[in-house]
């Protein structure tokens, strides 16, 4: 078992740790299809990603306790989405959680993506739509 380890999307910001994620230079051109997942459903089958920056996390647990897909690591302290991809019926769900989550200064740290426009839904904090990841 390993120790910690918040999240499949775990990208460590201060190291040029390789993920799975192919993450560019600068926070401008840093689109949602950056982030992705070979092992991604089809998007007709789960329109809507998860992009959680869960090294932001502190584990205040609004998330988990507005939706079924968040949940609370008992090892870490820290939140876990159950799901990366998701339908339409647990969209508004992720929403919730998206929107309550205090991290960043109340911006949050979960983020849902309409993998059909590679827009951000939620929380969308600069209502453009743009990824608002500060990797
Ligand atoms: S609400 Fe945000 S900070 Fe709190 S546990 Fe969930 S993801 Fe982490």
Do not use: Q
Request: aromatic fraction near 6%; include cysteine.
């Amino acid at each position: 078992m390993s120790d910690i380890d918040t999240a499949n999307t775990d990208i460590n910001p201060n190291t040029d740790t390789d993920t799975d994620a192919d993450i560019k230079d600068t926070n401008e051109s840093l689109s949602a299809s950056d982030v992705g997942s070979s092992d991604a459903p089809p998007i007709a089958e789960k329109p809507y990603k998860i992009i959680f920056e869960a090294n932001k996390c502190f584990g205040a647990g609004r998330c988990a306790e507005v939706a079924d897909n968040w949940e609370m690591d008992i090892t870490s302290g820290l939140a876990n989405p159950k799901s990366f991809f998701i339908g339409e019926n647990e969209l508004d769900e992720n929403i919730r959680a998206a929107e309550v989550c205090p991290a960043k200064k109340e911006a949050g740290v979960i983020h849902v993506v309409d993998r059909r426009t590679d827009e951000e839904i939620a929380p969308d904090p600069h209502g453009d739509g743009t990824l608002s990841v500060d990797w």
